[in-house]
């Protein structure tokens, strides 16, 4: 994945939101993306077709590994809404998120683990 100056990571962290929750050795993640995600398809007010700007592709670390990635196309809806749980994080941890769109930008949030 792309990586991002500190300015960029600044105006990316403005268009997510996250938080993690530990509760019973489970975190639920949950974030919200500012991002159109047009599939192409729709028109705008003077019939021309709106091009296509999606999240091709989404990762999830804690504290710098892997824990959740997936692949996007044009069938998620605007401003996407994601929850997912994890084992094994604990309180102070760092979950980062990366993205990247089919036009190359790209974004990435944090969020330290908290107690539920």
Known sequence: MATLTDSARKDSARNMRMSAKLK??????????????ETGRKKDDFGQLIPAHFIQQLLVTLNEKPVFETQ??????KNPYLTFRI?????GDKLETNWVDNLG????GEVIVAAA
Do not use: L, Q, R
Request: net charge neutral; glycine share 18%; hydrophobic share 40%.
């Open 24 to 37: 019973d050795g489970i975190t639920e993640v949950k974030m919200v993306i500012n991002h159109p995600m």
């Open 87 to 91: 084992k094994g994080a604990k309180v």
């Open 72 to 77: 996007w196309g044009t069938g998620i809806a």
């Open 105 to 108: 930008e790209t974004g990435v």
